[in-house]
T-cell receptor, first 118, second 116 residues
Framework: GAVVSQHPSWVICKSGTSVKIECRSL??????MFWYRQFPKQSLMLMAT?????????EQGVEKDKFLINHASLTLSTLTVTSAHPEDSSFYIC??????????????FGPGTRLTVT | AQKITQTQPGMFVQEKEAVTLDCTYD???????LFWYKQPSSGEMIFLIY??????QNATEGRYSLNFQKARKSANLVISASQLGDSAMYFC?????????????FGTGTSLTVIP
């Protein structure tokens, strides 16, 4: 149980285009999903916290208009990188916290999406 | 200020030996959670172990145990009987509750290599 999927697993796009990444909790409902970014050989950096039915909470320094997050249902959150540039190339990882846990400390990670902007 | 500090960028351990990966954290909250994750070269983050700030006993999960020293704000991961498959990056993380939901912070990671 507690499987999180991401689609696509990797994507190459041209500079100036937009890319949408999907994060799905397959066998549980997730009120909260998180989006992280990871550069090679570095740690995960939390970009934003996404709550179902409300606006995402972005971390300091993360551009809201560039990284659009939508959490339309309890099993799906999407991250759209708008007008992508080469510096947006990175490994994007989502995670989801189950809604039905009394102590919602758990988060289950997706396999990640590798974005390359040319 | 760095919330999670992992001072060992790389570690080596002989197969079947035990190894300790260090983690210290910084918080003034009373309620928080500490995690360890494993990230193999494939990229997925694998949950290993959790310790709540109010838990009096050290958490254990199979070959993993968390040496929780609250006064020193340390949460070291101990892997016993290392296996070749344990070679990976290991991240220490902390959860802090916020009005808007839980906040997670990750350390910079430790690369563990198990030597046959």
């Amino acid at each position: 149980g507690a499987v999180v999927s991401q689609h696509p697993s990797w994507v190459i796009c041209k500079s100036g285009t937009s890319v949408k990444i999907e994060c799905r909790s397959l066998d549980f409902q997730a009120t909260t999903m998180f989006w992280y970014r990871q550069f090679p050989k570095q740690s995960l950096m939390l970009m934003a916290t996404s709550n179902e039915g409300s606006k995402a909470t972005y971390e300091q320094g993360v551009e809201k208009d560039k990284f659009l997050i939508n959490h339309a249902s309890l099993t799906l959150s999407t991250l759209t990188v708008t007008s992508a540039h080469p510096e947006d190339s990175s490994f994007y990882i989502c995670s989801a916290s189950p809604s039905d846990r009394a102590v919602s400390y758990e988060q289950y990670f997706g396999p990640g999406t590798r974005l390359t902007v040319t | 200020a760095q919330k999670i500090t992992q001072t060992q960028p790389g570690m080596f351990v002989q197969e079947k030996e035990a190894v300790t990966l260090d983690c210290t954290y910084d918080t003034s909250d009373q309620s928080y959670g500490l995690f360890w994750y494993k990230q193999p070269s494939s990229g997925e983050m694998i949950f290993l172990i959790y310790q709540g700030s109010y838990d009096e006993q050290n958490a254990t999960e199979g070959r993993y145990s968390l040496n929780f020293q609250k006064a020193r704000k340390s949460a070291n991961l101990v892997i016993s009987a290392s296996q070749l498959g344990d070679s990976a990056m290991y991240f220490c993380a902390m959860r802090q509750p916020r009005v808007t939901g839980n906040q997670f912070y990750f350390g910079t990671g430790t690369s563990l290599t198990v030597i046959p």
